[in-house]
Each structure stands twice: as structure tokens, then as C-alpha cells.
């Protein structure tokens, strides 16, 4: 009897199973398609209807050469640039002189400190050079003269720059950080610390930690965009920056640039955040505003410290408004005029106290009310004596006083001499700034903190005495020196340097000899001293 095939016997589907069973059983061992055949005894009509379908399935038998890969095939090539792990060389790096030379110690601690736990690929260095991100940064730099800032002052790598092994590349990675950071710190307000220049300067400016500047930069989706992100976001800030823009390109005296420049990095010192409600004094410009979401609410006119007793920059909170207020003599007038008198005596051994009955001046010691006149002026502890003025029509203060409390004892208040709002150059008596219209600038005031109607601010200006109104919102008040600013079409408006500061923060931050001119309505010259026996010329 003839033999028969398998397929003849399990039939098409059974010899299909079969195949794929055989296939994977025989996958990686036999060079060549194997066919299993069974010789069973048939018939020959039986052969030639199933030879067909064998076929078909010794066909689908996979073929080993086909699914086995060539021994010598190789690797793909990788498309594109490559990062680097350069952690180490850049550690090395960190000790270059050159490298370091003009970088902030923060700025070296906070990059120092990021690569000794950095594992990963270099941030901004591939195998063909500066990433795409790098050059974003690089270009953007490059563009620092246009934000008031000079862009040779952080010197980058170039963008095309192609390092030939670890060690530059490290370089070049290190290099872009510290010029990063160091932009940051310029951005924010760091080339000079403000309170350096002026002891009547009390500012800090708001830099941000460079290690945060590192991490968020390197995550940063367009870097370029982070860097313009730390500059000052103020309004008037912008304005300048626009202005400065246009002067560049008219050729505008170097002088007037300079003025700009001085300007904008004074708003570098500014708190970030000036409120939603704010209450602006600008001493050059002799005018205060309330400014409620960026816009003024309000505006009057002040007197300001003549330069002896300039009045302090600086930043605090308003807590409280006082109402037909006493007053407490400041500690300079106390040193500077009345001590003087009273020491002075009537006779060998006596005092005159003729200077506290001639301005109402009651003495307190340690807090309770005491007899000037048997006190000894020459051996007594001032420290524990103060001298009060009563509310009243003569009252240096008048009738309102604005009390945010800081380290220079100042505040803003009404005033008795009326005639020195009427002043162009409004720099009279001491540090402490006088407003014009105080009623209105309180009712302002308390109508955003309180909700109150004006009638109920009149009652207490016409019956108060010595009433204290507490916020219920702190209202920040920003004591300025700006002696430019822009309005919203562009016109820059220049103010007297009033207490000669544009000098030192022009060489500051341009260099030594900075092209500073006066404006119009010079600076005045310092007053002679007062009278030391007149009170009310010395007023706050």
C-alpha cells in the first residue's frame, strides 16, 4: 500500500495546527524549511488530491534564515546632536580663574552646588555644540541693552561655538550658567546695592535665589522668554524701557539716556508687588498719588525734607490714620533745637524753658507728665524725655497724620505753614512729608479700606482729638526718587536731583564719570541752619 501524507490524514485544518506547532518548535534550529512527512500505505488517487494542499502547508512553515538577524549587521547611526555627560568636567572647570573672574559668589555657590548632584546630561552642551535653547539664551543676552542693562557686561560663549573635547565643553557650560545668573541678578536690580549710595536710600532689591534662577531656566520651555521675565513688570518701568529705545535710535544726548538709565534701575529696587491700592510719594516731584490696580485715584501736592533733613527712600506699610493728632517732637529736633535753648539757661545756673511754653510743649518723663522746670537739662537722661504738642490750631502737625511705621520715624501729615504748597520747589524743614488737602487724601483712604462716606471723615477732622482710625487693610506706601518718568504717550517728564543722588547710582551702574546734568529747576542749595530758639521752622 502507498504511503500517504499527513495531510491526508488530520485533513487541512489539523495539518494547519500542526505547521504552526512544528514552526515554532523547529525556529532557530534548522537552516532550511523542513517537511514532515508520514509514508502511511494509500491509495494513488488519494496522492495527487492532497499533494496540493501539503504544499500549502510546508510553505507556511517559517524559514530560520528569515527570522534570525545577520551576525555582522551594525547598530544604527544616531541622527542628530548628542548630549553630553559632562558633570565631572565641569566640576573640574568650576576652579578656572578665568571663568570665575567677575561672577557674584551666590552666583559660583549655586552652580557649584547644582552640578555636585547633577547625574544627567549637560544642560545646554551637545556633542555638536550649544543646544537650540542655549542659543535662544545667547541671543537674548545680546539684546540686554535694549532692557537698560549693557550686554557686554556677561560675555557668553559665541552661539556657533564648537567645543573640541569634554574640557571646553564643560567650559562652555559653565560659562552660559554664570552669565545666566549673573543676568538674573542684574535684571532684578543687583549691579549696586542701593542702600551703599545714599545712607537716605532703603531699598533691597528683590534678586531672586540663583539656584531657583538655575533650576527653573534649565526646565524653562523658551529660556529666552524666562531671562526678559525677570525684569520689572511696573508700568512705568516698561515706559522708560520704550523711551530709552526711541532716544537710542533718534540719537539723543548721551545725558538724557543716562537720566533713563538711572530711572529704570531705581524701579529694579521696587517691591515686586506695590499693591492693588498703593499710596506713591515721588520727592523730586514734590506729589503724592493714591493708586488703586495700577491707576491714580488721587493726587496732591508735598513738601518734602530740605537736604539737610532729606526725606528717607524707602517702602513701609500704612496702619493707621490719626485725626486732630498730638504731637511727639522727633529725636533731631529735640538734639538740634530744643536742648540747646534750655541748656543755654537764663542765668549762671538756671535753664530757660521759655522755648516749651512758647510752642505748648508739655515734658514727659518715662511716659508721665513732669515740671520742666525742676529738671536739671544739663545731667538729665534724655532717653527717658519726651516733649508734646496738644492738638490744636497750632499744632505743627495740623489736622491729620498718616502713620506707617519704620526705623526713620517718618510719616506724612498736614501742616500749619500753608504757603509752602504754593512753592515750585516744595524742600522745606525737616524729613517727614507735608500733604496738601489731607481731609480729601484720609476720605480717599478710608473710602477704599473702609467704605466710609466722606461726612463721617469731616466729623472727625471737626471734633476728633488725637483719634486714632485703624486699617483694616495695611495700605503700603512708596516713598521714590525718581527724577524721570514716562507717561502713557511716551513724554518723559525730568525732575530736579534734588539731594545730588543721580551721580552715584550713574557710576553705580555705567562706570565713573556718567554723562549726569541737571534739569531745569536746579537742586536748591543747602538752607543755613534754623534759628535754634523757632521750633516752627524746623517742623517735620
Avoid at 168 to 181: K, P
Avoid at 325 to 337: A, G, K, L, M, N
Avoid at 352 to 359: D, E, F, G, M, S
Avoid at 453 to 472: F, I, M, Q, W
Amino acid at each position: 500500500m502507498r504511503g500517504r501524507s499527513l495531510v491526508a490524514i488530520l485533513g487541512v485544518a489539523g495539518a494547519g495546527a500542526l505547521a504552526v506547532a512544528v514552526a515554532v518548535w523547529f525556529v532557530g534550529r534548522l537552516p532550511e524549511t523542513a517537511t514532515v512527512v508520514v509514508n502511511i500505505p494509500d491509495n494513488p488517487a488519494a496522492l495527487a488530491a492532497t499533494e496540493a494542499q501539503e504544499a500549502e502547508v510546508v510553505a507556511a512553515l517559517p524559514n530560520a534564515a528569515d527570522e534570525m538577524p545577520a551576525e555582522d549587521a551594525a547598530p544604527p547611526e544616531p541622527s542628530g546632536p548628542q548630549p553630553v555627560f559632562i558633570a565631572d568636567a565641569v566640576r573640574a572647570q568650576m576652579s578656572n580663574p578665568a571663568l570665575r573672574a567677575g561672577a557674584h559668589p551666590d552666583d559660583i555657590a549655586a552652580v557649584e552646588t547644582f552640578y555636585t548632584g547633577h547625574t544627567g546630561p549637560a544642560l545646554w552642551v551637545t556633542d555638536a555644540g550649544f543646544t537650540p535653547q542655549a542659543q535662544a539664551i545667547i541671543a537674548e543676552i545680546a539684546k540686554a541693552d535694549d532692557w537698560g542693562l549693557e550686554s557686554s557686561a556677561f560675555a557668553p560663549p559665541p552661539a556657533d561655538f564648537q567645543p573640541a573635547d569634554a574640557g571646553q565643553q564643560a567650559a562652555a557650560e559653565l560659562a552660559l550658567d554664570l552669565a545666566i545668573l549673573k543676568y538674573a541678578r542684574y535684571a532684578r536690580g543687583g549691579r549696586a546695592n542701593p542702600s551703599a549710595l545714599s545712607k537716605i536710600v532703603d531699598q533691597t532689591p528683590p534678586l531672586r535665589n540663583p539656584a531657583t534662577v538655575l533650576t527653573e531656566i534649565a526646565a524653562a520651555p523658551e529660556p529666552d522668554a524666562y531671562l526678559r521675565d525677570l525684569h520689572p513688570k511696573h508700568e512705568h518701568f516698561e515706559r522708560l524701557r520704550q523711551a530709552l529705545v526711541k532716544a537710542r535710535a533718534n540719537s539723543a544726548k548721551q545725558e538724557d539716556v543716562t537720566r533713563i538709565l538711572i530711572n529704570m534701575e531705581r524701579w529694579r529696587w521696587m517691591p515686586e508687588n506695590l499693591g492693588s491700592l498703593y499710596v506713591w510719594l515721588n520727592t523730586p516731584e514734590f506729589m503724592m498719588y493714591v493708586v488703586k490696580d495700577g491707576k491714580p485715584i488721587h493726587s496732591a501736592k508735598i513738601v518734602v525734607g530740605k537736604v539737610r533733613y532729606a526725606t528717607p527712600v524707602f517702602t513701609a506699610n500704612m496702619t493707621t490714620i490719626v485725626f486732630n493728632p498730638e504731637w511727639t517732637v522727633p529725636p533731631t529736633i529735640v538734639r538740634e533745637d530744643l536742648l540747646p535753648k534750655l541748656r543755654g539757661g537764663g542765668g549762671l545756673f538756671s535753664s530757660n524753658t521759655a522755648i516749651l511754653k512758647q510752642h505748648g510743649l508739655r515734658v514727659k518723663y518715662n511716659g508721665r507728665p513732669v515740671d520742666p522746670g525742676g529738671i536739671d537739662w544739663k545731667s538729665v537722661n534724655m532717653a527717658a524725655i519726651s516733649f508734646h504738642q496738644a492738638p490744636g490750631p497750632t499744632n505743627v502737625l495740623g489736622k491729620v497724620k498718616f502713620v506707617y511705621p519704620n526705623k526713620h520715624i517718618v510719616y506724612m501729615h498736614d501742616t500749619i505753614k500753608r504757603d509752602l504748597l504754593n512753592k515750585t520747589v516744595r524742600a522745606e524743614g525737616h524729613n517727614c512729608p507735608r500733604v496738601d488737602n489731607p481731609g480729601k487724601v484720609a476720605a480717599v483712604l478710608l473710602a477704599e479700606d473702609k467704605g466710609w462716606p466722606t461726612s463721617k471723615v469731616e466729623e472727625l477732622l471737626a471734633k476728633g482729638h488725637d483719634a486714632s482710625v485703624s486699617l483694616d487693610r495695611q495700605i503700603p506706601v512708596h516713598t521714590t526718587y525718581f527724577t524721570a518718568v514716562a507717561d502713557a504717550d511716551g513724554k518723559v517728564r525730568t525732575f530736579a536731583d534734588l539731594y545730588g543722588l543721580d551721580r552715584a547710582v550713574g557710576n553705580a551702574i555705567i562706570g565713573k564719570g556718567a554723562a549726569v546734568n541737571a534739569v531745569a529747576g536746579a537742586p536748591p542749595s543747602p538752607l543755613p541752619k534754623p534759628n535754634a530758639g523757632s521750633v516752627a521752622t524746623t517742623v517735620p
